[in-house]
């Protein structure tokens, strides 16, 4: 299994640009979080999916900030427009539903926004 | 909703000595304790976890022990080594619901 796949791994963009962060769970888990972890904050639960649906978005910081899980082997969080603030490392996470608790993390994205 | 305190932030042991980090759970319906550790620029990885149902699990050099009467749980880890530096964050949860994590603990491990 290759584990949760996040890309990019990093990005670089500019105050007012659109981002869009992607992320493929490991096969079979049923749920999908999305994370920010920053110095100052730690990390943050922002949305998270079960069975594609989401299920909690108040994380979520603001109306610039989305997530769509359209199919079961895909998820987007989606940052219009980004601003300085943002700048963070978001981690995906799947976990599997049936009995075990088992939360597994991507390798994270790197935002950085100018 | 559950709350997971940390202690302590930061920690720095010899290496070969043991360290110990300690989480308190506000929420009773809590029955799954992980602890993962994330490397500098990695990310975090679950290295052991407990349920409610026992009272201490281990594995190796590392081993977590739960109290549920008084709501708190415990990472110790013996015979530290340099590898053992990183930031571990514990977390819990009712089970089938988003864990709730710690600030986090950031270990040193002196050579």
């Known amino acids: 299994d290759a584990g949760v796949i996040q890309s990019p791994r990093h990005e670089v963009t500019e105050m007012g640009q659109e981002v869009t962060l992607r992320c493929k769970p490991i096969?079979?888990?049923?749920?999908l979080f999305w994370y920010r972890q920053t110095m100052m904050r730690g990390l943050e639960l922002l949305i998270y999916?079960?069975?594609?649906?989401?299920?909690?978005d108040s994380g979520m910081p603001e109306d610039r900030f989305s997530a769509k899980m359209p199919n079961a082997s895909f998820s987007t969080l989606k940052i219009q427009p980004s601003e300085p603030r943002d700048s963070a490392v978001y981690f995906c996470?799947?976990?599997?539903?049936?009995?075990?608790?088992?939360?597994?993390f991507g390798p994270g994205t790197r935002l950085t926004v100018t | 909703g559950e709350n997971v305190e940390q202690h302590p932030s930061t920690l720095s042991v010899q290496e070969g000595d043991s360290a110990v980090i300690k989480c308190t759970y506000s929420?009773?319906?809590?029955?799954?304790f992980p602890w993962y550790k994330q490397e500098l620029g990695k990310r975090p990885q679950l290295i052991i976890d407990?349920?409610?149902?026992?009272g201490e699990k281990k594995d190796q050099r590392i081993a977590v022990t739960l109290n549920k009467t008084a709501k708190h749980f415990s990472l110790h880890i013996t015979e530290t080594q340099p590898e053992d530096s990183a930031v571990y964050f514990c977390?819990?949860?009712?089970?089938?619901?988003?864990?709730?994590f710690g600030k986090g603990t950031r270990l040193s491990v002196i050579a």
């Open positions: 996470a799947s976990q599997r539903s049936s009995g075990r608790y088992e939360q597994y």
């Open positions: 096969s079979g888990h049923d749920y």
């Open positions: 999916f079960n069975n594609n649906v989401p299920i909690d």
């Open positions: 929420d009773s319906a809590s029955n799954y």
């Open positions: 407990i349920r409610s149902n026992v």
């Open positions: 977390a819990a949860s009712p089970g089938n619901t988003p864990l709730v």
